[in-house]
């Protein structure tokens, strides 16, 4: 199993020209999250102070309005 350091930059070009020492400092605070098929991440208008980074599998963002909901985003 990759490490935290080689997932963020392998998989995030985001991180690309981060220093190894930037990784060094940025890996402790990253956290594993999995979820299950129709498992909601987050809801619209909640408060967040969180990076999420998608590195296997795929999400819909998705909104409602008016009792229809549509997908804005797979």
Do not use: W
Not at 10 to 22: G, K, R, T, Y
Not at 58 to 67: L, M, N
């Amino acid at each position: 199993m990759e490490n935290i350091a080689d997932q963020l930059t392998a998989h995030a070009n985001l991180f690309a020209d981060f220093s190894a020492e930037d990784i060094a400092i940025l890996a402790p605070t990253v956290r594993r999250k999995s979820l299950g098929k129709g498992e909601v991440l987050c809801r619209a208008g909640e408060r967040s102070s969180s990076l999420y980074i998608i590195s296997h599998g795929s999400v819909e963002v998705r909104q409602s309005v008016a009792d229809t909901e549509f997908t804005l985003a797979t």
